[in-house]
């Protein structure tokens, strides 16, 4: 398996713009877990899935940020609008099963700028 | 909710065992604690994880004393290639109120 695919790699924008981020977890996986990571806060747990439905977001940080997972092999994480103050590091995890603290396999994260 | 806290850092010599230690004096009956490691423009790697007592495979080590109110990985004989951040993770996802806290994160710094 090829792992967790988080695209793209790097995302530049401007303030005002609609960011979408795109992750494809590991098949089989049945938790999908999206992370924000900054230097002032850490790891920040956003949102996460089971079996595609969203079962917590209370780590959104405000209504310009939804999520999605129409299939069990692909989720989006969109801001609209962006602002800098989310810049950061988004990453994306799956893991197998057993409430999700089995074994969480990350992706190599998105770095978004927004100027 | 478990707060965590860890050593902002640590830094060792090649050779050495290495004892990071976290804290979560709120750590839920249901929680596990789970620690990963994470290098540069990476995302987190498992390296363990234990609920209570100890837990160690080809790794690292993972001890939790009887209370769980901390936890202490153990790096036997560190490497040039172990310098990384390590997290602890403690949290679990039963029940409604389910959520998962990464800590701070303590930036090992291994040197010959």
């Known amino acids: 398996d090829a792992g967790v695919i988080q695209s793209p790699r790097h995302e530049v924008t401007e303030m005002g713009q609609e960011v979408t981020l795109r992750c494809k977890p590991i098949s089989g996986h049945d938790y999908l877990f999206w992370y924000r990571q900054t230097m002032m806060r850490g790891l920040e747990l956003l949102i996460y899935f089971n079996n595609n439905v969203p079962i917590d977001d209370s780590g959104m940080p405000e209504d310009r940020f939804s999520a999605k997972m129409p299939n069990a092999s692909f989720s989006t994480l969109k801001i609209q609008p962006s602002e800098p103050r989310d810049s950061a590091v988004y990453f994306c995890?799956?893991?197998?099963?057993?409430?999700?603290?089995?074994?969480?396999?990350f992706g190599p994260g998105t770095r978004l700028t927004v100027l | 909710l478990a707060k965590t806290t860890q050593p902002i850092s640590m830094d060792s010599y090649e050779g050495q065992e290495v004892n990071i230690t976290c804290s979560h004096n709120?750590?839920?009956?249901?929680?596990?604690i789970t620690w990963y490691q994470q290098f540069p423009s990476q995302g987190p790697r498992f390296i363990i994880q234990g609920y209570k007592t100890k837990v160690t495979n080809e790794v690292a080590s993972l001890f939790i004393p009887a209370d769980r109110k901390s936890s202490t990985l153990s790096l036997p004989r560190v490497s040039l290639s172990d310098t990384a951040v390590y997290y602890c993770l403690v949290g679990d996802l039963t029940g409604t109120a389910s959520k998962l806290t990464f800590g701070t994160g303590t930036r090992l710094q291994v040197t010959l």
């Open positions: 709120n750590i839920a009956t249901n929680d596990y």
């Open positions: 995890a799956s893991s197998l099963d057993r409430r999700g603290t089995d074994t969480q396999y």
